[in-house]
C-alpha cells in the first residue's frame, strides 16, 4: 500500500489530469483539492508530478489504498473508483455549457467528441474493459456482420451477488435509464454513476437527455432516454423523435427497440433509443426491390437487400418520410399472412417494428425491420427467434444491434469456444455421457461439439480447429439474423414480402 505522502501526490496528479482532461476549471480546483482531502482524511495537499498513465499511475493505487486502509470492501472497487472520479468532474450543469459553447462555436460532431472524450476520460465508459472484448468481421451472404464476444461487462462473483441479495430494495432511481442516476453513488445491485454526464435534447417537442453507452458495441455508441419514466412504445410520435433527433445530430443514426419481449431490448420499462456512428452493417446494404407511392412522389419506399425484412423509407422532406414511415407502422401492425405464419395479434399484439433513422447528406433514411414475436407449441422461443439449438451461441433477444448485423455475445463463449477445440484437437475425449450431463457447462454445446467432430475429426491441427470453430459461430450468427426475418429469403417469403407491399401498403413497383 502506497503511503500517506504518496496518496497526496496522486490526488494532486489526480486533479492535474482533471485540468487537462476533464475540463476541471481553476475556479473549482480548490473545491475539488479539499472535497479529496475531505474523502481521504487529509490534513493538506501536495504537488503533483510527473505520471504517464493514469490507470495505473493515478487511479489503481488511490483505489488500492482505499481498500486496504478500510474505506471500501474490495467488492466495492469500481464503486469506489467512480466515487472518486465523480469529484473531479465537473458538475453536470458545467459540462453541458461547455458542450453548448462547442456547438454554437465548432459544430455539433466537436461537440459531442467533447462529450465522448470526457465519457471515456473519467471512466464513465471503462475503456480498460472494452478493449478486452474479443471483435472480427464475416462475409456472410448479404454483407458483412460483426461479431463481438462481450468481455466488458465484469462477472459478479458469489460473494457479490450473495450480498447484493442482502440489500433493502429503496427502488430509486427507477430504472438503469432514469435520469435520477446522475450521480447516483450506486451500491452491489446497481451501479454508481457519479461520473455520468447527460446532454439535454427537445425531440418532438419533449424533454430527453443524450448519453453514452457504458459498454461501448460499437464507435460512439449512444443513448437518448426519455426524461419520464415511462415503457418503450414505437409510435408515430417516437418516428418523428427519431427524425428530430438525426436533425440534431447528423452524424449519428438513432432507433429504437421493438417495444414487445422477444423482439425488443432488455429494458422494455425505460422508453429509449440507441444511436451511434453510422457503423452498422445494415446500413452499407442496397435495395433489392423499389416501389412508389402516388400520393407521395419525392419518397422512396424499398425492401433492402438484407438478412430480414426491412422496409426502406427516404426523402428530403421529414415530414413526408414521417407520413410514409407512420403509414408502415401503422399497416404492419395489423398484418396477417398465415402463409408465412405472420399473424399479428391471438390474445395479445405480435408484430412489432424496429425502426432505425439516419441522415445522408440532406437526405433522411428510415429503415423500419419487421418483427413478430408470437410462439407456438413447436416454438416456444418464437416463431422468428433463432432455434433452441443455436442458444449455445446466443439466448437473450435479438434486438436492435444484432438485427442490424453486429452481434454481442456473452462472455462465457471465450473460454467454452477453446474448450470446444479440444474437442477437435484430440486433448478432450468425447464421452457423450458425461457431456450431455445438465451439470456440465458444456452441455449446452453437446450438439455442435458432437456435429463438429463428426464433420473434421478429433485429431485436427489447433489453428483449423480456431477456424472451424469460428466458422460455426460466423454461420450461427446469419442463420440468427435470418430466423428474425418474417419473410423469408425465398420464394414463398419474397411473395409474401411483395404482396404485404403492394396490397398492405399500397405502394407501386417502380
Ligand atoms: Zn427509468
Redesign the pocket.
Known amino acids: 500500500m502506497i503511503n500517506q505522502d504518496t496518496l497526496k501526490i496522486k490526488l494532486a496528479d489526480l486533479v492535474d489530469y482533471a485540468k487537462k482532461n476533464l475540463s476541471l476549471r481553476i475556479e473549482d480546483e480548490s473545491f475539488v483539492v479539499n472535497a479529496l482531502l475531505d474523502l481521504f482524511k487529509l490534513g493538506a495537499p501536495a504537488q503533483a508530478e510527473d505520471y504517464k498513465d493514469f490507470q495505473t499511475d493515478i487511479v489503481d493505487p488511490i483505489v488500492d489504498y482505499a481498500i486496504e486502509s478500510g474505506m471500501a470492501k474490495p467488492e466495492e472497487r469500481i464503486l469506489f473508483e467512480t466515487r472518486l472520479l465523480g469529484i473531479v468532474t465537473p458538475m453536470p450543469s458545467s459540462v453541458v455549457d461547455k458542450f453548448d459553447t462547442i456547438a454554437a462555436n465548432k459544430g455539433i460532431k466537436a461537440a459531442t467528441d467533447f462529450m465522448y472524450k470526457l465519457s471515456i476520460a473519467n471512466n464513465y465508459i471503462r475503456m480498460v474493459d472494452i478493449k478486452k472484448n474479443i471483435k472480427w468481421e464475416h462475409t456472410g451472404k448479404f454483407g458483412k456482420i460483426g461479431i463481438t464476444i462481450n468481455l466488458s461487462k465484469p462477472e459478479k462473483d458469489p460473494k457479490q451477488i450473495a450480498m447484493a441479495k442482502l440489500l433493502p430494495k429503496t427502488g430509486y ?8 442516476n446522475v450521480g447516483f453513488a450506486g451500491n452491489l445491485n446497481h451501479p454508481a454513476r457519479q461520473t455520468l454526464r447527460v446532454i439535454p435534447v427537445k425531440l418532438g417537442g419533449e424533454n430527453w437527455s443524450l448519453q453514452y453507452s457504458p459498454y461501448q458495441y460499437y464507435t460512439e455508441h449512444v443513448i437518448a ?1 426519455s426524461n419520464e ?2 415503457p418503450m412504445n414505437v409510435t408515430s410520435d417516437a418516428l418523428f423523435r427519431l427524425l428530430d433527433f438525426v436533425d440534431l445530430f447528423p452524424h449519428y443514426f438513432i432507433g429504437s427497440n421493438a417495444a414487445l419481449p422477444i423482439v425488443g431490448g432488455s ?1 422494455l ?2 422508453d429509449h433509443y440507441q444511436g451511434g456512428s453510422k457503423v452498422l452493417p445494415m446500413f452499407e446494404v442496397g435495395e433489392r426491390k423499389n416501389y412508389t407511392l402516388p400520393k407521395f412522389k419525392n419518397v422512396k419506399i424499398a425492401i433492402a437487400n438484407w438478412y430480414n425484412s426491412v422496409v426502406r423509407v427516404s426523402g428530403k422532406n421529414k415530414f413526408e418520410v414521417h407520413e410514409v414511415a407512420s403509414m408502415v407502422l401503422d399497416k404492419w401492425h395489423d398484418w396477417t399472412d398465415e402463409s408465412v405464419g405472420v399473424i399479428s395479434k391471438t390474445t395479445e399484439q405480435h408484430n412489432a417494428i424496429t425502426p432505425i433513422a439516419r441522415k445522408e447528406g440532406d437526405t433522411y433514411i428510415i429503415d423500419m425491420i419487421l418483427r413478430n414475436n408470437r410462439t407456438d407449441e413447436a416454438h416456444p422461443f418464437g416463431i422468428f427467434h433463432p432455434e433452441e439449438r443455436l442458444h449455445n451461441i446466443k439466448k437473450e433477444g435479438i434486438g436492435i444491434i444484432e438485427v442490424m448485423g453486429l452481434f454481442i455475445l456473452p462472455g462465457r463463449l471465450k473460454t467454452e469456444l477453446e474448450t470446444v477445440k479440444e474437442y477437435l484437437t484430440g486433448k478432450q475425449n468425447l464421452n457423450l455421457k458425461e457431456l450431455s450431463n445438465p451439470e456440465n457447462p458444456m452441455s449446452k454445446h453437446a450438439q455442435m461439439i458432437v456435429q463438429l467432430v463428426n464433420d473434421h475429426g478429433s485429431n485436427c491441427e489447433k489453428v483449423f480447429a480456431d477456424k472451424v470453430v469460428t466458422d460455426y459461430v460466423n454461420n450461427a450468427c446469419e442463420q440468427i439474423l435470418e430466423y428474425t426475418a418474417v419473410f423469408k429469403n425465398d420464394e414463398k417469403g419474397q411473395n409474401a414480402f411483395e404482396k404485404f407491399m403492394l396490397e398492405g401498403l399500397g405502394v407501386k413497383e417502380a
Do not use: V, Y
Not at 432511481?173 to 435520477?180: D, F, G, K, N, R
Open positions: 432511481p427507477s430504472c438503469l435509464l432514469c435520469p435520477e432516454l419514466h415511462r429494458i420499462t425505460h
